[in-house]
C-alpha cells in the first residue's frame, strides 16, 4: 500500500472504534509513513494505537509513525473551546426552553444525544462498549 499519511477520524457516538487498520496492512506501508488517529480516544481504529500525550505524542510500529494523542482539541483550548460552545449552543438553547423530556420526545438528534437518563444507559453502543444494560428511554 503505498501511502503517505492516513488520518483515522473513525466516530461511532458512545460507543468503541472498529479497527480498520490491522497489523498486518501496516506491514504493507511505505517506511516513514504516519497514521493519525483521532479516534484514540474511543479506541483507535488501527490496531497499532494507543493513547500518548502532547509531551510524547509519537511512537513508530513496523517504521510507521503514529501520532495519537488523546484530547487533541487540549493542544488549543481557546479555539477547540470556541468550537464546541458554537456547535453545542443551539441545543442548550432547545433544553432551556423545552426541558429534557420535550426534547427528547420531539427532537430525533436531541434523542440520539441522549446516554443515561434517570440512571439507566440509552444509548445501544455505549451500553455494548461498556457490558452494560441498555434501556430504551420511554417519553
Known sequence: MVTDIIIGAVLVPGGKTPVLITSEMLRTMKRGAVIVDVSVDQGGCAATS?????????????GIIHYTVANMPGAYPRTSTLALTNSTFPYIKILAHKGIEESIREDRVMRSA?????????????????????????F
Open 50 to 62: 494507543r493513547p500518548t500525550t502532547h509531551d510524547d505524542p509519537v511512537y513508530e510500529v513496523e
Open 114 to 138: 441522549l446516554n443515561t437518563y434517570n440512571g439507566e444507559v440509552t444509548n445501544r453502543p455505549l451500553a455494548d462498549s461498556l457490558g452494560l444494560k441498555f434501556s430504551e428511554p420511554f
